[in-house]
């Protein structure tokens, strides 16, 4: 499925979830950005299409009167609590690994087309709900700006360009560079590939990328070496293991799912509560991760790791505060 398409699927699914009547099928036409710019016979065939493929993937899509009394027209609508899934549970390993798919789909540009849809409903005057959403949005943010257009370059097989900020270095260093994948490692985001000035694979912190990331090739021009495993390459690349330390921290129950995989042991405390031990190498990133589940999760120690969790939320106050 091309983004494309995903994105005209995921319109029109928010537009027919959020409304509390039926749309009718010219106003839908109005409202998805694809089907305005279809000739009528060639939006019809693409609305049957859409149609058709959302409920083969089980999403139920109910015809029915537009207005009261007048059977005339006919409109669509999702019904939310045919839509929603019953409530699921999955182990920390599952957790864990559906909040990177998370994180990859914040940065998926899904997020402006749902403003977009959600908006025109609203400005045509239809009644909207859209706490249905909950059901659609992934709530793990990704805060570097480089993640989507090195994502995108990784897909398409793109060479990029961009100034790298090493610790300790005087200053940034321009990269030119072909990305692999991406990756969550050791509870940042990296990405992993071959290092065209270096000659040589390197693996970069998303997060001391200083500016914008520049795209300087056209799609396929470089193939990622066969049998490559990028998470072995992130271990190979990586700090020392020599360098690892433990934090303890106390994880309320059925939260911190992340923390919970990786521990090396975890022990009930107060009622609704359990202690869990956790290696780290990089302070900041454990501090970051901490500070992300709120107050689901709080930092016992060692203190430098409370003080570093406790500045990180400082800072958050502060910038709420402007």
């Known amino acids: ?34 089907y305005r ?7 019809e065939k693409m609305f049957e299409r859409d149609k058709e493929e959302l409920r083969d993937l089980g999403i139920p899509i109910e015809i029915g009167s537009v207005a009261s009394g007048f059977d005339d027209e006919v409109g669509y609508r999702i019904r939310r609590s045919e839509f929603e899934l019953p409530p699921l549970t999955f182990t920390a390993q599952e957790a864990a690994v559906l909040g990177l798919a998370a994180r990859v789909w914040q940065h998926a540009s899904l997020a402006e087309a749902t403003s977009r849809a ?16 909950a059901a659609l949005e992934p709530r793990l943010p ?25 610790p300790g270095a005087a200053g ?18 990296y990405v992993v590939g071959h290092d065209q000035d270096r000659g040589a694979t390197r693996m970069f ?6 500016g914008s990331v ?11 070496p066969e049998g490559v495993d990028i998470r072995a390459e992130a271990a190979r690349l990586s700090s020392p293991e020599d360098h690892r330390r433990t934090a303890r921290v106390r994880v309320r129950s059925g939260a911190g799912n992340g923390l919970r995989r990786r521990a090396s042991s975890i022990t009930p405390d107060a009622p609704g509560w359990d202690v869990a031990e956790v ?3 990089d302070l900041g990133a454990l501090a970051d991760e901490i500070a992300g589940y709120a107050a689901d999760v709080v930092a016992l120690d060692p203190p430098d790791v409370r003080e570093a969790v406790i500045r990180h939320l400082k800072g958050l106050l502060v910038e709420v505060v402007r």
Request: glycine share 4%; net charge positive; proline share 8%.
């Open 205 to 210: 912190r998303l997060s001391r990328i200083v």
């Open 118 to 133: 959600v908006l025109k409903l609203g400005a045509d005057g239809l009644d909207t709900d859209t706490t249905p959403l």
């Open 172 to 189: 940034p260093q321009h990269r030119l560079f072909e990305p692999w994948g991406i990756l969550n490692w050791r509870g940042r985001w």
């Open 37 to 43: 710019e279809q000739a009528p016979e060639a939006f």
């Open 1 to 34: 499925m091309t983004p494309r398409k995903s994105e005209r699927l995921m319109n029109l699914v928010i537009c027919l979830l959020v409304s509390r009547h039926f749309v009718p099928k010219a106003k839908l036409r109005q409202l998805v950005e694809d």
């Open 142 to 166: 990704a805060g570097e700006p480089a993640f989507e257009p090195l994502w995108r370059a990784v897909q398409a097989r793109t060479v990029v360009s961009f100034d790298y900020r090493r």
């Open 279 to 281: 290696a780290f190498h």
């Open 214 to 224: 520049q795209v300087m090739s056209g799609p396929r021009a470089f193939s990622v």
